[in-house]
């Protein structure tokens, strides 16, 4: 049907004003996949270094409270006292709310495109598709209950005391709605990440044929490194561990 | 063979469509799906009814105009073109559904006929090359590397069908159009509309109301000529590499 034509005839040179790349990148569906891919290689990036640091918990409360305060004093005398952190807020708020809006807007899109499904269902339909969607959904919901119980403490089990985050984080894993929530979630995450990450190397063009295993095994490996990292925690206050 | 064939039955893109269930007996497995519905159709046509309308050309697998989505599977269960598959695939007394492709931007013309002109569009958008007319050129002028004249002849191998469309749950014509934009992109020939043609395509192709690409894969496993996933990789390269090449002002 359709094949690639040759044109018989001069072209019409294109004399339109290209809109700016920002333009470009926001109103394409490949350019908003984009904007997830590097906001999420963000999100990545930090939840990497934030279940390293997460596993201090398990040399005692002088340790893990020690680096608590470090992350608040990092980069003086250069930077002023929660600069540094405030700095990593921004840009993490930035990219949730990038590839949140971004995900919204192009799941609808998906959608409205197949407003019509087929009566005969095959079996495999957008497995991957489907587990990122509602997987991303209640990443979104944990981390807004995950803030207001460990950092601001609106939600916290018992006296949330500041500068104490030890103690903080073996009230909510002494309650078993916390371990609920917070397990249900990082399996999200590492679903979510096998399926990303290899997902975000294809957007951004660094996916090929002979390095697709690699790259799978390289998100499955994280996947699964993140969530036993994150879930040692759990386990390690629900054991006795730490207490 | 008996066969029991539930079909999508709409009378024009208004109507309302529904599925309707035909036996067609005497069928042999050295037929062609498509021969399967001719008899079908004759049967329909004796009995003074309307035939299953359904799109089908050179019937050997390289024009692209067959569409059959067969029990869910775009062009039915084995990696060919609803005109290549055969009866041989099915077994005596199967209930077979048969539907259009669906999606928004391929509308039901009637019965199992859809409108892909959206396709026509995004070709026209960009997938040509400048070359002088007039005699023709030189065979050896513009020499091509033995890799990319490979690669541009695995992507020409898309007839333009729309299966990937129609097995895709987002409806993306990603596949499609990564398909004519490597085709192109990988030639000398191409040259010239290189940074142009992919971010025109790729423009045209989200204004048809496709959806976007979350990487399924289904597109890749239910194309007929095998174009493969990784040409929509290579074509997000090639879309960001225009994004920051292509002259603006
Ligand atoms: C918490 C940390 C999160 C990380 C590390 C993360 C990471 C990623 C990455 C790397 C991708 C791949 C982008 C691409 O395909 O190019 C992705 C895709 C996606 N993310 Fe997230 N994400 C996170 C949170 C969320 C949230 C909160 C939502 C929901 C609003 C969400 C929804 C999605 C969706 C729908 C996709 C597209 C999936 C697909 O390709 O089929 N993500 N994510
Ligand atoms: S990529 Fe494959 S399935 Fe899609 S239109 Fe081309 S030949 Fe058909
Ligand atoms: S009729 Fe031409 S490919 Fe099937």
Redesign the pocket.
């Given at each position: 049907m359709s094949t690639p034509t040759v044109c018989a005839m001069a072209l019409a040179t294109r004399t339109d004003r290209r809109p700016s790349t920002a333009r470009t990148l926001w109103d394409s569906t490949v350019g908003k996949?984009t904007i997830?891919?590097v906001s999420?290689?963000f999100?990545?990036l930090y939840?990497l270094v934030h279940m390293f640091g997460n596993l201090k918990i398990f040399f005692g409360p002088g340790q893990f409270n020690g680096y608590a305060h470090w992350l608040r004093t990092v980069g003086e005398p250069f930077l002023h006292y929660e600069w540094a952190l405030w700095i990593i807020r921004v840009v993490l708020v930035a990219s949730?709310v990038a590839?949140?809006v971004c995900?919204?807007q192009l799941?609808r899109r998906d959608l409205r495109a197949r407003p019509v499904g087929y009566a005969h269902r095959p079996a495999r339909s957008g497995y991957?598709?489907r587990t990122?969607?509602w997987g991303?959904?209640i990443?979104?919901l944990f981390?807004v209950w995950h803030l207001l119980d460990l950092t601001t403490g609106t939600v916290h089990s018992g006296g949330f005391q500041p500068g104490h985050p030890y103690q903080n984080v073996v009230d909510t894993f002494s309650t078993w709605y916390g371990d609920v929530i917070y397990i249900v979630a990082v399996l999200a995450?590492g679903m979510?990440?096998r399926?990303?990450?290899w997902?975000?190397a294809?957007?951004l063009g660094a996916g090929s044929v002979t390095r697709d295993r690699f790259l799978k095994i390289t998100a499955n490996a994280l996947a699964l490194v993140l969530a036993a990292g994150f879930i040692a925690v759990p386990v390690g206050v629900m054991s006795g561990i730490v207490s | 063979m008996r066969i029991v064939l539930r079909v999508w039955r709409q009378k024009n893109a208004e109507a309302p469509g529904a599925m309707t269930t035909y036996e067609v007996d005497g069928v042999s497995p050295d037929m062609s799906f498509l021969e399967m519905l001719d008899t079908l159709n004759e049967r329909l046509t004796l009995e003074g009814e309307e035939p299953v309308a359904f799109d089908h050309d050179c019937r050997e697998g390289i024009c692209g105009a067959c569409s059959l989505v067969i029990n869910g599977e775009a062009h039915g269960p084995e990696r060919t073109t609803s005109c290549q598959l055969h009866m041989r695939s099915f077994r005596d007394g199967d209930v077979i559904d048969v539907e259009p492709w669906r999606a928004a931007a391929f509308p039901v013309v009637r019965d199992l006929v859809v409108d892909r002109s959206a396709f026509d569009r995004i070709i026209q958008a960009g997938g040509y090359i400048s070359v002088p007319t007039g005699a023709a050129p030189e065979a050896h002028a513009t020499p091509v590397p033995k890799a990319a004249a490979d690669l541009a002849f695995e992507h020409a191998e898309c007839i333009g069908c729309g299966a990937c469309v129609a097995a895709c749950p987002n409806g993306s014509a990603m596949l499609f159009t990564s398909a004519k934009v490597n085709h192109l992109g990988v030639l000398p020939q191409g040259a010239p509309e290189r940074e142009t043609r992919v971010l025109d395509m790729v423009a045209q192709m989200d204004a048809e109301g496709f959806g976007g690409c979350?990487?399924t894969g289904a597109c890749a496993t239910a194309c007929p000529k095998s174009i493969p996933l990784m040409s929509i990789t290579a074509m997000n390269k090639e879309w960001l590499r225009a994004t920051r090449k292509v002259p603006r002002g």
């Open positions: 996949k997830m891919a999420g290689l999100m990545l939840l949730v590839h949140g995900a919204y799941s991957a598709t990122m969607r991303g959904v990443l979104g981390v995450l979510h990440v399926h990303g990450l997902s975000a294809q957007t | 979350t990487l």
